[in-house]
């Protein structure tokens, strides 16, 4: 099979299946603090998703944002990803501190005799990643 016609049908059938699921997809970006102890891996299904600091003794290990690629996104997809993150960096918890709609990108609409600035508003998560340094917290 010629290869120009090999990849026209992986691209048809890759927006096909786009179009069927939705591309439900997030966008995930984590940074670890700087000065923080390393600590191997968690289990990202043993992660808690809390919504204030909990008063255990803990470390805070970095941030991570999530941005969902639509507002169809569910919520479980959006905590599983946050949870990867984090287990990445050693956490127990994962504290969220920011979940809203706010400006994410801008794109240049129109002719050229009359072009504007469109914003791009979506929905952005961030959590500050933890970990107990109690055993048993």
Same mark, same amino acid.
């Given at each position: 099979?010629?290869?120009?016609?090999?990849?026209?049908?992986?691209?048809?059938?890759?927006?096909?299946?786009?179009?069927?699921?939705?591309?439900?997809?997030? @966008?995930?970006?984590?940074?670890?603090?700087?000065?923080?102890?390393?600590?191997?891996?968690?289990?990202?299904?043993?992660?808690?998703?809390?919504?204030?600091?909990?008063?255990?003794?803990?470390? $805070?290990?970095?941030?991570?944002?999530?941005?969902?690629?639509?507002?169809?996104? @569910?919520?479980?997809?959006?905590?599983? @990803?946050?949870?990867?993150?984090?287990?990445? &960096?050693?956490?127990?918890?994962?504290?969220?501190?920011?979940?809203?709609?706010?400006?994410?990108?801008? &794109?240049?609409?129109?002719?050229?005799?009359?072009?504007?600035? $469109?914003?791009?508003?979506?929905?952005?998560?961030?959590?500050?990643?933890?970990?107990?340094?109690?055993?048993? @917290?």
């Amino acid at each position: 099979m010629n290869p120009a016609i090999r990849f026209l049908t992986a691209f048809v059938a890759l927006a096909g299946l786009c179009l069927v699921t939705g591309c439900q997809s997030v @966008s995930i970006n984590s940074n670890q603090y700087l000065g923080v102890p390393n600590y191997p891996p968690t289990d990202p299904a043993q992660i808690q998703i809390l919504r204030k600091e909990p008063t255990a003794p803990h470390v $805070q290990l970095g941030e991570v944002r999530a941005e969902p690629s639509s507002d169809s996104v @569910s919520a479980q997809k959006i905590e599983a @990803s946050m949870r990867a993150a984090a287990a990445k &960096m050693g956490a127990n918890a994962i504290v969220i501190v920011f979940d809203r709609t706010e400006v994410t990108g801008a &794109m240049v609409v129109g002719p050229w005799y009359g072009r504007s600035v $469109q914003q791009i508003m979506g929905r952005v998560v961030v959590g500050v990643a933890i970990r107990y340094t109690q055993p048993g @917290s």
